[in-house]
């Protein structure tokens, strides 16, 4: 027990130790406030400066020293900025050695920045930017870069900003405490767990540890391992990928078609071994010579198990972890680990647990006999589960093997064999007999009955989808509405698509073709006018002076789905926006190709894009700092925000209603209606 503690305890001393030693040395920290004189306002940016550290001026000092702070504002900022930034604090001059002696301006104490602005017609704006700065300790340079945001309000006394940017980690969100930080993605963690790609794995974790741990000391060890695979490599392997290859790349890896074609292998093989066909076992010569280190021969199964888990997760991981992504991508490291660690950390608890629970079962129980049926029972779910990666797959290449009502035919197949077995009517091979009553004869115990009847119920439930049902409860594990074949006509009028035509404006054209079959089924069943063209949303959004809502999505999201079906679903959200908004959808994971002339090369992305989808998630990721699904943004005809902040996964109808509500208020102020 001691030799699993100590190298996990010694990991979260180093994690910690490196972490929290890096943001205290930190030398400067900065606040930012709003000023009101008269009709003009200032956006004061205050520097204090660590005893012993140099901060350099905005003052240009040449070629020769390019060590002086600059202040970038975004381009939706530079329109509304007023004369040049002014610089205020008690400056020193010093010839720098380093420099060829180049004369070079700095502070040790403070220093404030100010910089006025133009406010339009509106009550509000958001300004955004960055600080890039150089600071001397010492005889060590160090460079650093900082985000910060702050909404001007119109006739507003001074304010200090005491919030953070939509959901990215910049602003005040990264000089608060790394506490902080690990706390909320902790709490991140926590709410992954609810998500069906993370739920999903639980049956196999389950599954894969019951054959592993053979008793408790071993299952212990086996916990442990575990938890150590999944938040080393959620925190390093999550942290390298995204620094070398891009804040969308672990996102991109879980919508692959290629590694869902290998998600599909792993749970359908895993399925097939736990229903007795074979048992799944490294070669003898590879367990002895792995056995002979250290008795690691149990570690590099888990760490793969683990590894599965992660990159699995990585489909479902909610705007916490894909604004963590877009930060380190931006070269601000330390806040992104601290979060990807807290977040790990809460989704490595709840699966030691699950690691312990069959070491727990083979205390209580010997092979066969009830433990089997557990075996099996969860060899069933994972069949079931290996159809949902192999339809990702399917969706992605357009093969249409798996469309809606195959899948379903074969769920209902799966679950109802599932059902006959929990009644003892199936057998396989290392299964016992039904136990025996006083008579002498089999009898089935209640337990067994209760899962046969939730797992028949199921069935039924699933039947209607065979003819259109919506199936709201498993909407998000289904493939798209549209790619099945028989689909019931709308009715009592709420069908009705032509709100939009009438008014004279387009039908929607660009990317219909491709991306229709993928609309939602709540879009369908209640004529919800959508595009999938940015420019051509727009356009429409000006000519019926509506807010555009931006929906990124992706064919392969289940948060979105879960989305759709809970809270798009409902009429109160249904009526706003097909009355008071133009919708777009745009798909972040499509394959679609840009013509050449439109390819461009993203820095935000790190990559060349060359698709619809990754155009999508460029203009996500450099506009509004997330790469996760879903996202919604509202913006009025100059493609401003009418909120300040985006509107990610949150299955909550009235906080989505007033969402909408105050969308809709700020944009008949923005137009005097």
Not at 433 to 453: C, H, M, Q, S, W
Not at 471 to 484: K, R, V, W
Request: charged share 20%.
């Amino acid at each position: 027990m001691f030799r699993i503690l100590k190298p996990l305890t010694a990991f979260c001393l180093f994690f910690f130790l490196f972490a929290f030693s890096h943001a205290q040395n930190k030398p400067v920290t900065f606040s930012i406030q709003q000023e009101n004189k008269g009709n003009e306002y200032v956006i004061k940016i205050k520097a204090s400066i660590a005893s012993g550290s140099k901060l350099y001026s905005v003052k240009d000092f040449g070629e020769a020293a390019p060590i002086n702070t600059q202040i970038s504002f975004d381009s939706a900022a530079k329109k509304l900025l007023k004369d040049s930034l002014t610089e205020n604090g008690t400056a020193q001059t010093e010839k720098d050695v380093t420099f060829n002696n180049t004369p070079v301006t700095f502070f040790s104490d403070s220093v404030e920045w100010q910089q006025k602005i133009v406010l339009s017609t509106t009550d509000s704006v958001v300004v955004k930017g960055t600080i890039a700065y150089f600071v001397k300790t010492g005889e060590d340079y160090n460079n650093f870069e900082e985000p910060f945001k702050i909404t001007i309000v119109k006739d507003a006394n001074t304010t200090t900003v005491t919030d953070s940017d939509d959901g990215s980690l910049s602003g005040n969100l990264k000089n608060r405490s790394l506490f902080w930080i690990f706390i909320a993605a902790f709490g991140g963690g926590l709410l992954a767990l609810l998500t069906p790609c993370v739920f999903s794995m639980i049956p196999v974790t389950v599954s894969f540890f019951t054959k592993r741990s053979k008793n408790r000391q071993e299952g212990i060890k086996n916990a442990f391992y575990y938890s150590l695979s999944i938040i080393l490599i959620f925190t390093l392997l999550g942290f390298l990928i995204t620094l070398i290859f891009g804040p969308a790349a672990l996102n991109k890896l879980a919508t692959n078609w290629i590694a869902n074609l290998v998600f599909f292998a792993l749970f359908l093989l895993f399925g097939i071994s736990f229903l007795g066909a074979f048992e799944i076992a490294l070669p003898s010569s590879w367990t002895n010579k792995a056995s002979a280190k250290s008795g690691t021969g149990n570690f590099w199964g888990i760490f793969f198990m683990a590894l599965t888990l992660v990159l699995v997760s990585f489909s479902c991981t909610g705007p916490i972890i894909g604004n963590l992504l877009v930060l380190a991508s931006k070269g601000s490291f330390v806040g992104p680990m601290v979060g990807m660690f807290g977040f790990s950390l809460a989704l490595a608890l709840p699966f030691s647990l699950f690691a312990l629970f069959p070491g727990m079962l083979n205390k209580i129980g010997k092979a066969g006999g009830w433990l089997n049926a557990v075996k099996v029972t969860l060899g069933f779910l994972e069949l079931a589960l290996a159809l949902k990666f192999l339809s990702n797959a399917d969706l992605v290449k357009g093969w249409r093997l798996l469309d809606r009502e195959i899948f379903l035919a074969l769920w209902i197949a799966i679950f109802l064999m599932l059902g006959v077995y929990l009644l003892g009517k199936l057998k396989f091979h290392h299964d016992d007999e039904l136990p025996k009553n006083d008579f002498g004869l089999p009898y089935l115990t209640v337990t067994r009955l209760f899962f046969a009847i939730t797992t028949f119920s199921f069935v039924v439930y699933m039947i209607p989808g065979m003819w259109g049902a919506p199936l709201n409860g498993i909407s998000a594990f289904l493939p798209p509405y549209g790619t099945q074949d028989f689909l019931p006509s709308s009715g009592g009028g709420s069908g009705d698509t032509t709100a939009h035509y009438t008014a004279g404006t387009n039908q929607p054209s660009k990317y219909v073709k491709e991306l229709g079959p993928y609309e939602p089924e709540v879009v369908r069943r209640y004529g919800l006018v959508t595009y999938f063209d940015y420019d051509e949303a727009l356009a429409a959004s000006r000519q019926l002076k509506k807010p555009l809502m931006l929906d990124f999505t992706g064919i392969n999201c289940i948060n979105c789905r879960k989305m759709e079906a809970q809270v798009w679903s409902s009429p109160e959200v249904m009526q706003r926006l097909k009355e008071n908004f133009v919708v777009v959808s745009l798909y972040t994971d499509v394959r679609i190709s840009l013509p050449e002339n439109e390819e461009f090369d993203s820095k935000e992305l790190d990559e060349h894009v060359n698709t619809v989808g990754e155009k999508f998630m460029h203009l996500q990721a450099s506009r509004y700092g997330s790469v996760s699904q879903p996202f919604y943004i509202f913006l009025d005809g100059d493609e401003k925000k009418l909120a300040p902040d985006g509107y990610g996964f949150d299955p909550s109808v009235q906080k989505f209603v007033r969402h909408l509500d105050n969308v809709v208020a700020e944009y008949k102020k923005r137009n005097g209606n």
